[in-house]
Every structure is written in C-alpha cells, then in structure tokens.
C-alpha cells in the first residue's frame, strides 16, 4: 500500500520569495509522483509528474521537483512566487495504475 | 477542446435526500473515474469505468452511492439516501490510458448535506 504526507496544511509566503511544499510518501513498490494545484473555482491541473529518468522535475508556472527515492520525497519549489500562485497544491503517488493517492494538500497563500 | 465538466458545481439537500452528480469527460477518454475529497481530508478514489463497464469500485463508500455510465459517454453518481458524512467535493476525471501519465479532472462538484 502507498501512503502520501503532506505536513504543511497551509504555507504563507510573500511574494517575489522562493517556497518549498513538502511531499514525503511510503511505498513498497516504484510509484509515479505527481503535483497538482487547484486554483479556486477551478478543478484539479498537473503541475508535474515524475514517471522515470531524471529526478528533477520541471512543470508549468517556473514550478519544479526533485525526486529523492533515498528519503521517499517529492518536495515542490519555486524560486520566486506570485500572487496568482495562491491555490491549494496536491502530491499524490500512483504505483502505474489509475488509483492516485493523494496527499491532504498544502494552501499556498501569497502575500503583497 | 473541452475538458472535464461536471454538473452542479454545488448542491445543498438534506438529509434523507437524493442528489445526482454528472460528469461529462473529454470527448475520446475511454477511462473516467470518480474521486471524492471529504473535508479537509485528502482525495480518495471511488470508482473506474472503462467505457461503459465498471472496471473497479472498490472505493465506494457503500451502497447508497450508484455510479453509471450509459453508452460510455457521460457518467452520473447518485446518492440515495444522503447522510451527513457524504459532504465533500466529488471529483470526475478521464484518461485515455489507465496505466500510465495523468488523469484530465474536472472542476469538482460540491456536495453539503445538512
């Protein structure tokens, strides 16, 4: 079974400075990796995903991820955050299969 | 192209009622899930249609929820009777393969039962 920890329920950050999100996750099988944000009003879009190949990750909107199979981690940062960052950001891991489990996710809330 | 659109955005019942959820994946995904987030808690899956069969619901919660998907276009979700506990946001989602890559996930659709 997989299991996914996101222990930042709300990270506040001003803007122009660099965040990190953290995601730790427990499995006893290769998984793939993924990072979702949810802007308000709108559904769920992938930010990444880590399928296989290199460990760092780079997504959309200047985001990034490093995966680190020795510390089971897929934290999330970016150097330099925008007020339309603000949203609320999902890990979630798949073991190749179409069951995602997800994190409890991370309210990003930047600040002028 | 259209993405995932779900139907209502938000539905207030009570207890006892029956509300039904629509998902209209995107035009060519074969596979649609249904995932659910209760409050504050994380994103649970529910179920999985390949087409028009359900390929696995062991996520659902229990029998007073009904996930169809006629002729293997849109799907709904029913539940009947409604309890407290089925508040949250119900996710729909479409892909063309089930094994591999991302999942396309519409808006979500809230769901309060007092």
């Known amino acids: 079974a997989q299991s996914v920890t996101q222990l930042d329920s709300q990270v506040p950050v001003f803007e122009e400075a660099p965040v990190e999100l953290r995601c730790n996750y427990s499995s006893s099988v290769s998984v793939y990796l993924f990072w979702y944000v949810q802007y308000p009003n709108q559904g769920l879009q992938l930010l990444l995903k880590y399928l296989s190949g290199s460990t760092l990750v780079k997504g959309i909107n200047g985001f990034e991820a490093e995966f680190n199979k020795s510390q089971t981690s897929f934290h999330l940062r970016k150097p330099s955050v925008h007020i339309s960052d603000t949203a609320e950001y999902f890990c979630a891991v798949s073991p190749g299969t179409y069951k995602y489990i997800f994190g409890t996710g991370t309210r990003l809330k930047v600040l002028a | 192209e259209a993405g995932v659109t779900q139907f209502p955005s938000h539905s207030v019942i009570e207890k006892g009622q029956t509300v039904t959820l629509r998902c209209d994946p995107i035009?060519?995904?074969?596979?649609l899930y249904w995932y659910r987030r209760v409050m504050g808690k994380e994103i649970k899956f529910l179920l999985h249609f390949v087409k028009e069969s359900k390929q696995d619901e062991s996520g659902m919660p229990n029998n007073r929820f009904l996930a169809e998907r006629t002729g293997g276009t849109y799907s709904t979700l029913k539940v009947q009777p409604a309890e407290l506990e089925d508040s949250g946001v119900y996710f729909c989602?479409?892909?063309?393969?089930?094994?591999?890559?991302?999942?396309?996930f519409g808006e979500g659709s809230r769901l309060t039962v007092l």
């Open positions: 989602a479409s892909s063309q393969f089930a094994n591999t890559g991302e999942l396309f």
């Open positions: 035009s060519g995904h074969d596979n």
